[in-house]
């Protein structure tokens, strides 16, 4: 099975930058998708972002559209995930995940992906 390993969490002001990563190890990693999720506090984990296992096709939730971008580089096991224009409703804990699979298209539910990292706290300030 894959090993997720997230870092690139912190704190940050509204209307800063973060990117996050996400490093696999233990299988081919051009063989899966990868998925960012987040959760906050009291709330239902979430979807985010997700990429094909060749980052071709992509897919955000309507919250992050335009501000997040997601992508990977098969070379060195890594899926990105790049937020701007961060907002104070986006403080969650975000994990990454993975789905084996060389399928075109992606997935926003994450009951579709058996791999996840421990995550990584975001905290954005006002």
């Known amino acids: 099975q894959v090993q997720l390993v997230e870092s690139g969490g912190g704190l940050v002001q509204a209307g800063g930058s973060l990117r996050l990563s996400c490093a696999a190890s233990g299988r081919t990693f051009s063989n899966y998708a990868m998925g960012w999720f987040r959760q906050a506090p009291g709330k239902e984990r979430e979807f985010v972002a997700a990429i094909n296992w060749s980052g071709g096709t992509t897919a955000y939730a309507d919250s992050v559209k335009g501000r997040f971008t997601i992508s990977r580089d098969n070379a060195k096991n890594t899926v990105y995930l790049q937020m701007n224009s961060l907002k104070p409703e986006d403080t969650a804990i975000y994990s990454c995940?993975?789905?084996?699979?060389?399928?075109?298209?992606?997935?926003?539910?994450?009951?579709?992906?058996?791999?996840w990292g421990q995550g990584t706290q975001v905290t954005v300030s006002s």
């Open positions: 995940a993975a789905r084996e699979g060389r399928y075109r298209r992606t997935s926003s539910a994450d009951d579709e992906y058996p791999y």
